[in-house]
């Protein structure tokens, strides 16, 4: 059974950054693509960015580009999201996900082609 913890949020003033972790079990890790995703109140979950791990390869969304970073330690079986020059519209629960086959696709927005999901972890960022 695949299971994934998030960690790190928190509060921070808009500028700031934090990195969450999302430590993953029950899995060969570089087998899958993974993903981060947000969700703030009132408003439909949203890709931050999806990474292919066997190979590396990433996708980030407009709004996040030259800001956040996902990485992975595969020893640790730990996949993470630097962000940078956090905004206030930042504010939301993160998420990180497995997804549906090996690779970060075309689909990699669509929270539907994940499928193991975290409980989240509670970003605010104040203005």
């Known amino acids: 059974q695949v299971q994934v913890v998030e960690s790190g949020g928190g509060l921070v003033q808009a500028g700031g950054s934090l990195r969450l972790s999302c430590t993953a079990s029950g899995l060969t890790f570089d087998d899958y693509a993974m993903g981060w995703f947000r969700q703030a109140p009132g408003k439909e979950r949203e890709v931050v960015s999806c990474?292919?791990?066997?190979?590396?390869?990433?996708y980030y969304a407009d709004s996040v580009k030259g800001r956040f970073t996902i990485s992975t330690d595969n020893a640790k079986n730990t996949l993470y999201l630097q962000m940078n020059i956090l905004k206030p519209e930042g504010t939301a629960m993160y998420f990180c996900?497995?997804?549906?086959?090996?690779?970060?696709?075309?689909?990699?927005?669509?929270?539907?082609?994940?499928?193991?999901w975290g409980q989240g972890t509670q970003v605010t960022v104040s203005s």
């Open positions: 996900a497995t997804r549906v086959g090996r690779y970060c696709d075309d689909d990699y927005f669509e929270a539907a082609k994940y499928n193991s």
């Open positions: 990474m292919t791990l066997r190979i590396g390869s990433a």
